[in-house]
């Protein structure tokens, strides 16, 4: 197995509250982790302890990336560098053009990779297919980034997001919560695009039903602040029934 | 000329120091009110005996021959250029306000026994450039702007300032909007640091039926005011924007009255300040609804943001009302760039600094996008951009 992330002994606190207490995570290279587990586990702090949020202080352990520790990289250095989140709630930010964001942020790493960075004509070309594939209407880009959208057309925006950055490593975090029967097909329509046996998702959720669309290869089950257990997808069922409680720990 | 000694004079002392003779009523005005200080109410916040109390060169402010150009240039209180068929005249003030809270008001027209007289005929569109080429030197001149009824004008305000260090520049308008008509203002100014100051002291008169539309893009550097009377009559309606970005250890900003004396009539004043360095802003601000004045509206807000612990916003917007039958609202609000939004950008692939100019935009850009023109709205994006990397360097 050829390991992309390797989440070693991490601790990490938010304000003065130890959250993540010696997390180990393993990230198989082209495979789907589903992420399971309660609410207030810690689910969401892993997923900004990835990718480098304020608001987590990290106290200890490492996290390595491709083979270097990324736990000092600024948060757009492992942007630029492949590591992508969804985050469970988006921000809105009102006066800030959705098209001109998606494609400054496009052209940022277009830019880093040493490519030609694209005029607004040749984005909108782009943005084409993505936008009719998650259902979502041109005008979603030509709104402030966000701003009145609903909970599912801000997941849609993040999954577009997803599709014109083509990470390498993707981390959903509660993508299916807020979403409709359709919304929830669309984007794991778009998720499912992006398979290619090379990239990496990490699915934090603590419903199987995503699960249904974007069959998982890995469960891991993470309870308070550590990841208590490593299955196959086999363990979804169980859980369905028994909840986290009945799990023994590995 | 050291300005600080006016102070505490007499009419004769006044009228003998500056050389004026006649304009008795202007003599008293400005003795009563005085020189301002800091303890004048709109220059509270701004240290104007500082700017005053200066050995200044003066000008003697002689007319040129004027060149035909797109532009009316006004190079250092003298109007050098101006569109062919375009009234520009160099002739003594016609009627002033006497009843102006600014001492500087009176002062400006005492040391300008001539005024620059703009008439905009019909519907037009005028660009006026100030240039300043003096160092050391006080530059003192007043504009007067007149429209015709019934018209559309639009002025667009732009200011240069050669390599230029330490002088003063005092100025402003008496503007009569005619009634049933619309003038747009669009005034840019960026400034840097020890080239000039300016104390810009304004009368505005709003018209029955008529409309003020005034956009003010304040930015950069150095020490400026702008004071500024509006005063509506029935019908009339303005609406003020001034947006604020500052760097270094400036300080600008506005002190406005807004005055509805005429019944319906409406205000809209909004104003956005970015402050950054040590930069300290002003939005004094006071609309004052008088008794003749029924069933007026009047809407007043100010948002400020800090980018700097240093940085320090004085805002004040005020409402002082005689009567019942109005709407009215006004809020202030002052805060940091978001982080939560910031970090978003961030986890993206943007680096913090376009990170944090894109937001900075964001806040503005409400205000700049109510420039319609787009050579005049791509003009103050990019001088706004340019603040921007003076203080923000990659
Ligand atoms: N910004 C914050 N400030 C204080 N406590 C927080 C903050 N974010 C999360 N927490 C706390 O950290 C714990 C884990 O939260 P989180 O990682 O969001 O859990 P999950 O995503 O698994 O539901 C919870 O007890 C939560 O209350
Ligand atoms: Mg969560």
Not at chain 1, 185 to 207: A, C, P, W
Not at chain 2, 7 to 28: D, F, I, M, W, Y
């Amino acid at each position: 197995m050829s390991t992309v992330m390797k989440i070693e002994n991490i601790e990490a606190k938010i304000g003065e509250k130890k959250i993540l207490k010696g997390l180990n995570l393993e990230l198989e290279a082209g495979k789907v982790h589903a992420i399971m587990g309660p609410n207030g586990a810690g689910k969401s702090t892993l997923s900004k302890t990835i990718v480098g949020h304020y608001d987590v202080e990290v106290t200890g352990g490492d996290i390595t990336y491709k083979g270097k520790s990324i736990i000092d990289m600024d948060p757009e250095e492992r942007a630029l560098e492949g590591i992508f989140l969804s985050f469970q709630h988006p921000v809105e930010i009102p006066g800030v053009n959705n098209a001109y964001f998606l494609r400054t942020a496009l052209n940022a790493k277009r830019k880093h990779e040493g490519k030609e960075e694209l005029n607004a004509a040749e984005f909108l070309r782009l943005m084409k297919g993505h936008l009719e594939m998650l259902g979502m209407k041109s005008d979603m880009i030509s709104r402030s980034l966000n701003e009145g959208f609903s909970g599912g057309e801000k997941k849609r925006n993040e999954i577009l997001q997803m599709l014109i950055l083509e990470p390498e490593v993707i981390i959903l975090d509660e993508i299916d919560s807020g979403l409709d029967i359709d919304a929830l097909r669309q984007v794991s329509e778009g998720i499912n695009k992006m398979k290619d046996g090379k990239r990496t998702f990490l699915v934090i959720t603590h419903y199987s039903r995503i699960l249904d669309y974007i069959e998982p290869d890995y469960i891991h089950v993470l309870k308070d602040g550590e990841v208590i257990k490593t299955a196959g997808p086999e363990l979804v069922p169980y859980l369905e029934e028994h909840g986290y409680d009945g799990i023994k720990e590995d | 000329m050291n300005l600080i000694t006016l102070k505490n004079k007499s009419t004769q002392e006044v009228a003998s120091a500056l050389n004026v003779e006649g304009r008795e009523l202007l003599l008293e005005k400005f003795a009563s009110l005085g020189l301002p200080h800091k303890m004048t109410e709109e220059y509270h916040y701004f240290d104007v005996e500082k700017l005053l109390n200066v050995d200044y060169k003066t000008l003697d402010y002689l007319p040129k021959s004027i060149e035909e150009s797109d532009k009316i240039e006004i190079v250092d209180g003298v109007v050098t250029k101006a569109p062919k068929g375009m009234r520009v005249h160099f002739e003594p003030a016609g009627i002033l306000d006497m009843d102006h809270f600014d001492g500087l008001y009176y002062l400006g027209h005492l040391l300008s026994p001539r005024t620059i007289k703009i008439e905009i005929d019909g519907d037009s569109e005028v660009e006026i450039l100030h240039r300043f080429t003096q160092s050391n030197t006080l530059i003192n001149y007043r504009i007067v702007l007149a429209n015709q009824a019934n018209r559309h004008t639009l002025v667009y305000e732009n200011f240069e300032a050669d390599n230029i260090e330490n002088s003063l520049v005092l100025y402003g308008y008496d503007m009569h909007i005619a009634k049933d008509s619309t003038l747009r203002l669009v005034r840019l100014q960026t400034m840097k640091d020890k080239q000039y100051s300016m104390v810009a002291s304004h009368k505005i008169n709003v018209a029955k039926n008529a409309n003020a539309i005034l956009k003010n893009f304040d930015f950069g550097g150095d020490q400026a005011l702008q004071v500024l009377k509006v005063e509506l009559a029935e019908r009339a309606h303005v609406d003020a924007g001034h947006l604020l970005y500052l760097n270094d250890d400036s300080k600008r900003g506005t002190a406005s009255q807004i005055i509805h004396r005429g019944e319906h009539s409406t205000s809209k004043q909004i104003a956005k300040n970015i402050l950054d360095a040590q930069a300290r802003g002003i939005f004094d601000a006071l609309i004052r609804v008088e008794h003749s004045a029924k069933f007026t509206k009047a809407e007043q807000n100010a948002k400020s943001i800090l980018l700097h612990k240093k940085a320090y916003m004085a805002s004040k917007p005020q409402l002082e009302i005689y009567i019942d039958e109005l709407e009215a609202s006004h809020g202030s609000t002052t805060g940091q760039l978001d982080e939560k939004q910031l970090f978003y950008l961030q986890s993206r692939g943007i680096s913090y600094i376009e990170a944090r100019k894109i937001l900075v935009i964001a806040f503005a850009n409400t205000l700049i996008e109510e420039v319609k023109d787009t050579r005049h709205q791509d003009r103050i994006k990019a001088a706004f951009e340019a603040v921007f990397y003076a203080s923000n360097k990659g």
